[in-house]
Antibody, heavy 118, light 109 residues
Framework: QLQLQESGPGLVKPSETLSLTCTVS??????????WGWIRQPPGKGLEWIGS???????YYNPSLKSRVTISVDTSKNQFSLKLSSVTAADTAVYYC??????????WGQGTLVTVSS | EIVLTQSPATLSLSPGERATLSCRAS??????LAWYQQKPGQAPRLLIY???NRATGIPARFSGSGSGTDFTLTISSLEPEDFAVYYC???????????FGPGTKVDIK
């Protein structure tokens, strides 16, 4: 069974870049069976898909965030990463990494709270 | 962009009662809809995929139905641990973009 764990700073200053890493265990990030994705949830609100990356390296982003998001994969470390630039307080959220088998997210990390504040 | 609408926003029921949650899509999804349960402080958990298939380890009291634009999640008899927020989710054909519904909170009456 796949297990995912997010890591990264819990506090980011406005206008800076948020960077998170998801470490995958129990399977290979190079598998052609999965999309690796990031989802966020502002406090007290619903879920928002940020973007996904396929094993081939192809990336797909939420159109509303596309200009600020980069997702990448490091196969040597079995990790994938999220970078979100020019953050504001509206980017404060719990950030989840997850793996999708075609059309649904089967496994999720526990989530990490990132607060944007000076 | 496909938009998902969930109703009701809140459902107040007692343990043992039947819960019926609705998810409506702005365009046809065929049968490619998933449902998740989220409890406070926890990550979402996959319940149902492809509209009607229970994920591994999900109790039989959870069932999903529907196709096209109208989908339903039914909890046949609510257990105390079922009080939570439920989200529906779809992935568009191309490009593969995912969207979630706004959620339905099932709380104790």
């Amino acid at each position: 069974q796949l297990q995912l764990q997010e890591s990264g700073p819990g506090l980011v200053k406005p206008s800076e870049t948020l960077s998170l890493t998801c470490t995958v265990s129990g399977g290979s990030i190079s598998s052609s069976s999965y999309y690796w994705g990031w989802i966020r949830q502002p406090p007290g609100k619903g879920l928002e898909w940020i973007g996904s990356i396929y094993y081939s390296g192809s990336t797909y982003y939420n159109p509303s965030l596309k200009s600020r998001v980069t997702i990448s994969v490091d196969t040597s470390k079995n990790q994938f990463s999220l970078k979100l630039s020019s953050v504001t307080a509206a980017d404060t959220a719990v950030y989840y990494c997850a793996v999708a088998t075609i059309r649904r997210f089967d496994y999720w990390g526990q989530g990490t709270l990132v607060t944007v504040s000076s | 962009e496909i938009v998902l609408t969930q109703s009701p926003a809140t459902l107040s029921l007692s343990p043992g009662e039947r819960a019926t949650l609705s998810c409506r899509a702005s365009q046809s999804l065929s049968s490619y809809l998933a449902w998740y349960q989220q409890k406070p402080g926890q990550a979402p958990r996959l319940l149902i995929y492809d509209a009607s298939n229970r994920a591994t380890g999900i109790p039989a009291r959870f069932s999903g139905s529907g196709s096209g634009t109208d989908f339903t999640l039914t909890i046949s008899s609510l257990e105390p641990e079922d009080f939570a927020v439920y989200y529906c989710q779809q992935r568009s054909n191309w490009p593969p973009e995912f969207t979630f519904g706004p959620g339905t909170k099932v709380d104790i009456k």
